[in-house]
């Protein structure tokens, strides 16, 4: 299976981009959050809400493992922030896919993420601070060092925030054969 696989911090555009790559190389685009809501019938603050992080990433894993088993064509997918970072995750999908680490400035995040950082559970209370953009640089900060160990095994790190075409470009230097099955 020759999955394409997207990491990176919240924000980093992973499901953007994702779905930009999924209609260049004309596959079927998934989004794991997205899975694990349909799966669990409530929004993810609702599932950290009722289950705490370990009940989401019990979640998330098994989402994962069910799209990494699944027969068919490959896909793209966006990954969680989090997803190579817990229960093996990082094994599963470098055993079934292309790992592509969207890497993008720190600054650039903020500036994505000042506005609606109240719906990403772990970047929550961030808005609260007195300088939202201070806290949530902060935040992301801790959160990149702490998952920069599982980020740096992808096959491919794009530093930068770059647009699709750029990336089908590093993509093939890379030598990611997108008609693989």
Request: with cysteine; net charge positive; proline share 6%.
């Amino acid at each position: 299976m020759n999955n394409l696989y997207l990491i990176g911090l919240p924000g980093s555009g992973k499901t953007t981009i994702g779905r930009r790559l999924a209609a260049h190389y004309k596959r079927e685009f998934r989004d794991l959050d997205v899975d694990i809501v349909a799966q669990a019938g409530r929004t993810i603050p609702e599932i950290f809400a009722a289950e705490g992080e370990a009940g989401f990433r019990q979640r998330e894993a098994d989402a994962l493992r069910a799209v990494a088993a699944r027969t068919g064509p490959p896909l793209v997918l966006a990954t969680g922030g989090g997803t190579p970072c817990f229960h093996d995750n990082l094994g599963v999908l470098r055993a079934t896919g292309f790992l592509l680490w969207l890497d993008v400035p720190l600054p650039e995040l903020v500036r994505r993420l000042v506005r609606g950082s109240s719906s990403r559970p772990l970047l929550a209370g961030t808005a609260a601070h007195e300088s939202p953009e201070t806290a949530l640089f902060e935040q992301l900060s801790r959160t990149l060092a702490a998952r920069q160990q599982f980020y740096s095994q992808a096959h491919l790190r794009l530093a930068g925030a770059a647009t699709a075409p750029a990336i089908v470009a590093a993509l093939a230097k890379a030598d990611f054969r997108p008609d693989l099955t």
